[in-house]
């Protein structure tokens, strides 16, 4: 019998000791143990089924995130796509020759 792949934990990516799932980093670890501090038995993991209706899912390497990244990161692209006058890459087929493009944080 193969013995199964083991996943390599490196840089921020975490093991629960206490269900045994991957977490992609330290976020998504720790919001995925709920309940009460300092009461014995109160706190646990969120089941599989309970990240999946949160909207996580595991990575092409099997490790679970939030799935929040994507969002900010294809924000980000857009932005640097119009800065760069490219707004067929930036998803917009017609725009003014400048465009002013101001992020408030």
């Known amino acids: ?17 206490g269900c045994g799932e991957f ?3 330290l976020s998504p670890f720790e919001q995925h ?8 038995g109160a706190r646990r993991c969120l089941t599989v089924a309970e ?15 939030t799935g929040k990244r994507p969002a ?15 707004y067929l890459e930036a998803g917009i087929l017609s725009a003014p020759a400048r465009l002013r493009v101001e992020v408030s944080l």
């Open 1 to 17: 019998m193969t013995a199964p792949p083991t996943k390599r934990l490196r840089g921020r990516r975490c093991l629960c000791r």
């Open 51 to 65: 990240m999946r209706a949160k909207g996580w899912l595991p990575n092409a390497a099997g490790f679970w995130t």
């Open 33 to 40: 143990r709920v309940g009460v501090f300092g009461i014995p």
């Open 72 to 86: 900010i990161a294809g924000a980000t692209r857009a932005i640097s796509a119009i800065s760069r006058g490219s």
């Open 23 to 25: 977490f992609n980093s």
